[in-house]
């Protein structure tokens, strides 16, 4: 047996593949299907955003979504490569269009991404040049929006986090009467 490396526990322990949470079988499978299709669209939305912020100058913010959809197609190789599985060459093996469609979508978002930047780069102008907001806190209608937007996120996340620990002890206390 070989030992694993500490970023392979954690993925283990991230992954936690034995939770009862997962489901049966079945219900496992269409859960990594169904979260495989997530990814797979939040990396299409980063992409067109990053098409979208460096056509009007946002360059930083267009780097880090790409870096957005690079990283998720990472970490599944690497996690695949963990487990024995190498992804690249099943993607090479199945010559498929979706595969090659896939790759399009990824290298056009890419070519447009930096060719949007270019302009900004050696023109010192973005494509689409957009208004400066006044987010002067508490002043003006977008200072006040900010404002709200900021705190609803935080209610939003501590709601999220007071619902999932409500559910994990509703869920033990069934599983303790049950016996």
């Known amino acids: 047996m070989t ?3 500490r970023l392979s526990r954690l993925a283990e322990r991230a992954m ?10 079945r219900e496992k499978a269409v859960f990594m299907e169904a979260s495989s299709f997530g990814l797979t669209m939040g990396i299409y939305l980063s992409l067109a955003l990053a098409v979208i912020a460096s056509t009007v ?3 930083i913010v267009a780097v880090a979504l790409l870096a957005m959809t690079i990283l998720p197609s990472a970490a599944a190789q690497w996690y695949a490569k963990q487990h024995g599985v190498d992804i690249r060459a099943m993607a090479e093996n199945a010559g498929d269009r979706s595969t090659t469609r896939t790759f399009v979508i990824l290298g056009a978002g890419m070519v447009l991404t930096f060719a949007a930047m270019a302009v900004t780069v ?3 102008q973005p494509i689409l040049p957009t208004p400066t907001l006044d987010v002067t806190p508490g002043e003006g209608f977008f200072g006040g929006m900010a404002q709200g937007a ?3 996120g935080m209610l939003g996340g501590l709601a999220a986090i007071v619902g999932a620990l409500v559910g994990y002890r509703r ?3 069934r599983r303790d009467s049950r016996g």
């Open 3 to 5: 030992r694993q490396s």
């Open 16 to 25: 936690d593949l034995d939770n009862p949470a997962y489901g049966d079988e």
């Open 57 to 59: 100058g946002y360059l």
């Open 122 to 124: 050696f023109t010192g």
């Open 150 to 152: 900021v705190v609803g």
């Open 171 to 173: 869920a033990a206390a």
